[in-house]
């Protein structure tokens, strides 16, 4: 029971990462009709959001410590922040403990400036191209985003550490009546899954309870006439392709206490996103968010040792059989339209 | 009238033979004559440095490049000379390689087997390599040595740690510098035993490829050896990026030790995971919990940042290393290009070396001669103390370092502590040992 449970929350912080960039995407596709292949270097680009903050908190200048030796036998230089100088070594060393979520406030602007960017500049040209199109020129404009930033970055992962007042694990199961050391979880991962629910209700609510979202609701359901009402429905998507930009963003700049970032890290999201969106069914927000949820978990469960052991390679197929078995048997996918998908 | 004595057939036909003349590789025409694979001519000789310049690896590609283009530098007597000054064998006197300037070109192996062998290939077909070196990974390392064995011409493998790449897939044009999994097991495990005691039960995450098997194989049987008990081993796909799935298990299976039979960004996140889920701060069966990385590299080290504090590993060489031949080349690279070397960095330039010292030994560019001039060959000055390339299996055998994760860096680079240097005879072991059979040297194959 208690590994039952221990799985759960492990594909819910999974399942977390799987949503937030599956409800993008469906933003994406729902609003635009866009296949888009660079949503994982969105992820991606929200992470190094993080490591910039984290840099730029950083930023020092040179001090020579001549009690020291550097590596060459020269005094050592040691590097002193500018927030030590300016707001003290108590104070610095907060902000820069706290960097990963002072990034929240980077990226949010940072993001949706991307995706305009992307959305006037590249793929608003390709909307009335074959998706076969769209998805080769996303997929180009991944790999081009994925080398600037390995080009700045380099190709190995950068620590990025959650602050320490979310360093370390919780015994969880001692909380329900379990034996110490049967559920142990970490601090980061229970925060990222409450942060990735506030991102996703706020979605829910900016497009159920605003009017700019009823225009968009309207303009998912039928473009045309939202558009013979002289509504500039282009407008509103292209700000929704910022929007859905942004949310994949956070996803990955409070990914990144959890697996260090690096420049391919968007690319390990990207396939399985897709297949949860088209499991939850192709537009259908809710359906993206409940699928990113359980394809985490059903990972996670594949992901033990039992089942690895009485079926080897489950882990690396579980999504995709589900994925087959889905389109199979529903094509639409758990909450998708009736019409999308099974023409 | 005027009548060419030029037909159309004619033309053609002497085009095509021209045509497939030149097209033909370099190694089967001009200098076939000379009985082995792209002789040089008198005024240079090229040199191939096959690198991970793109992909995971990149990093590390980047800095064995650094490290060849030194080396090169020292050979053609530009710098201060590096390890040329410290090595114990004098015959390199910095005008080349027999008089000639040495050049090189470079490939991109991806961390791929096939894009490493069409790099090599094209290397050694079109740019005229005699010498192909390189590579992070033990699949490249495994795949390009035999190519290299088949076009003949010899391969000095850069950062491979697989038994295999001397074990069961050994070439006697191939050379490895570069320690293996048995050294690390042989090295790490009393180590491993005066911290942690003998009555420990580990548990094992392993990489699911060729060196992730033989690490498993080597930490398991050097620990076992010792009185622990292997309570579980369960492999771990390559392109798992998280291991919460796997760790999340461990704590409450038994075990009281994790290793991590992981390298490069697989190391980094699983041991990050690790690390979140508490496991440094556990007890289990009444004692801490401990994790263990049988292989670490600086670079790698870096991206798993604070987390690697207090943890046991082994490396080939490390910077901090305080004989004159490591000094000689931390002095040089440092120097050069603001940072220290890495032990990827250290093993390419060292191979680099050794294959120059043998042709000059050999007076003779000829792959055989050079491999006779390696095999069973003893060195010093070069940073691991004395070393042998044995001509049983063409492995280095030197001594080894464990190192642990450094509780108080000084600096960025200053990571990893140096616990024990492992004397060369506790991680020697027979040609014939269990973990290194099947497969053959075979003979050396000059080409052409």
Known sequence: MDQFILQILNGLDKGSAYALIALGLTLIFGTLGVVNFAHGALFMLGA???????????????????????????????????????????????????????????????????????????????????????????????????????????????????????????????????????????????????????????????????????????????????????????????????????????????????????????????????????????????????????????????????????LPGINQVIIYLVAIIILLTRPRGLMGRKGVMEE | MSKSNFSRRGVLKTGAIAGAGLALPTYLRAEAHAGFTNAPGDSEVILGFNVPQTGPYADEGADELRAYELAVEHLNGGGDGGMLNTFSSKVLDGTGIL??????????????????????????????????????????????????????????????????????????????????????????????????????????????????YTTEEAIRSSTEAMGWETVNAVKTPLTQTDFSSYIAPVLNSGADVLVLNHYGGNMVNSLTNAVQFGLREAMANGQNFEIVVPLYSRLMARGAGANVKGIFGSTNWHWSLQDEGSKAFVQSFGTKYGFPPSQAAHTTYVQTLLYADAVTRAGSFNPCAVAEALEDYEFDGLGNGKTLYRGDDHQCFKDVLVVKGKENPENEFDLLEIVEVTPVDQVTYDPNHPQFQGGALGTCNPGA
Not at chain 1, 170 to 175: A, N, S, T
Not at chain 1, 197 to 206: K, M, P, Q, W, Y
Not at chain 2, 126 to 149: E, F, N, R, W, Y
């Open chain 2, 99 to 212: 008089g000639r300037e040495v050049k090189y070109v470079t490939g991109d192996t991806q961390t791929k087997s096939d894009a490493a062998r069409a790099s090599a290939r094209s290397m050694i077909e079109k740019d005229g390599a005699i010498m192909i070196t390189g590579g992070s990974s033990s699949g490249v390392a495994v795949a390009v040595q035999a190519l290299c064995q088949e076009a003949g011409v010899i391969f000095m493998a850069g950062l491979t740690h697989s038994n295999d790449t001397t074990g069961k897939d050994k070439r006697a044009n191939g050379f490895r510098h570069f320690f293996n999994s048995y050294m690390t097991g042989a090295a790490l495990a009393p180590v491993l035993a005066a911290n942690y005691g003998t009555d420990r039960k580990a548990y094992h995450l392993t990489a699911d490829y060729n060196w992730g």
């Open chain 1, 48 to 310: 190094f959001c993080a490591v910039t903050v984290s840099k730029l908190l950083t930023l020092s200048h040179k001090v020579v410590d001549d009690t020291r030796t550097d590596f060459l036998g020269n005094p050592m230089q040691v590097d002193v922040p500018y927030l030590h100088d300016w707001f003290g070594p108590a104070m610095g060393d907060k902000l820069i403990d706290w960097a990963v979520p002072l990034s929240i406030l980077f990226a949010i602007p940072v993001m949706i400036c991307i995706g305009f960017i992307m959305e006037r500049g590249l793929i608003k040209h390709f909307y009335k191209r074959p998706h076969a199109d769209q998805i080769l020129v996303t997929f180009g404009l991944a790999i081009v985003i994925q080398e600037v930033i390995k080009y700045y970055y380099g190709a190995n992962p950068i620590p990025t550490p959650a602050p320490s007042a979310f360093k370390g694990s919780f015994d969880f199961g001692v909380l329900i009546g379990f034996d110490v050391n049967a559920i142990i979880y970490p601090y980061w991962r229970l925060v990222y899954f409450f942060f990735s629910l506030v991102v996703i209700g706020a979605v829910f609510a900016f497009l159920q309870f605003t009017t700019f979202g009823m225009v968009v609701r309207a303009g998912m359901a039928d473009r045309e006439t939202v558009g013979l009402l002289g509504i500039d429905i282009d407008k509103r998507f292209t700000i929704m392709f910022g929007i859905a930009a942004a949310v994949a963003g956070l996803a990955g700049v409070m990914y990144v206490p959890i697996n260090p970032p690096n420049y391919h890290m968007g690319m390990d999201f990207l396939v399985l996103s897709f297949v949860v969106v088209v499991v939850g069914g192709m537009g259908s927000l809710p359906g993206a968010v409940a699928a990113g949820f359980l394809l985490g978990i059903l990972e996670s469960f594949a992901s033990t040792s039992w089942a690895v052991s009485n």
